[in-house]
């Protein structure tokens, strides 16, 4: 039977190789992170403060500071949790980023030609006949 701080780092070792180092991975060879829903990144983030929070308040309560590394399972989850919890959150906002830069940018390209120099006026101009006076929008 494994005693309780080798059983520990292999715990720790499943749930970060297999899920944690190979999403991280794939997220940045495919500079996407289409696939998977932020919310359950950022629940994650919140288990893993709250646990960590729980054992500092606890050994505060208790005047035992050592409480914090007694349940090192636990300890080690939560802090390579969040810790890739914040890896995948900028990877998912970069991408984001990215992408409605890219977006926006082959929107652009794809107007023809005499669109693209033309500039949108969003102010009303007192100068527009009665008919357009309702029309926010002036192509110059």
């Known amino acids: 039977m494994l005693t309780s701080a080798p059983h520990a780092f292999l715990r720790i070792l499943w749930a970060l190789i297999p899920r944690s180092c190979q999403r991280a991975y794939l997220n940045f060879r495919r500079k996407s992170t ?36 007694g349940d090192f399972t636990k300890f080690g989850l939560g802090l390579f949790s969040i810790l890739f919890d914040v890896v995948f959150i900028v990877q998912h906002y970069q991408h984001i980023a990215s992408i409605s830069q890219a977006t926006s940018t082959s929107l652009v390209k794809a107007l023809p030609p005499s669109l693209r120099t033309n500039r949108v006026s969003l102010s009303p101009s007192h100068s527009r006949s009665k008919k357009d006076r309702f029309c926010c929008v002036e192509w110059r």
């Open 34 to 69: 289409s696939g998977w829903s932020i919310g359950n990144v950022l629940l994650d983030f919140m288990g893993g403060a709250f646990s960590l929070l729980q054992m500092f308040l606890q050994s505060y309560n208790n005047n035992e500071w050592n409480l914090i590394f």
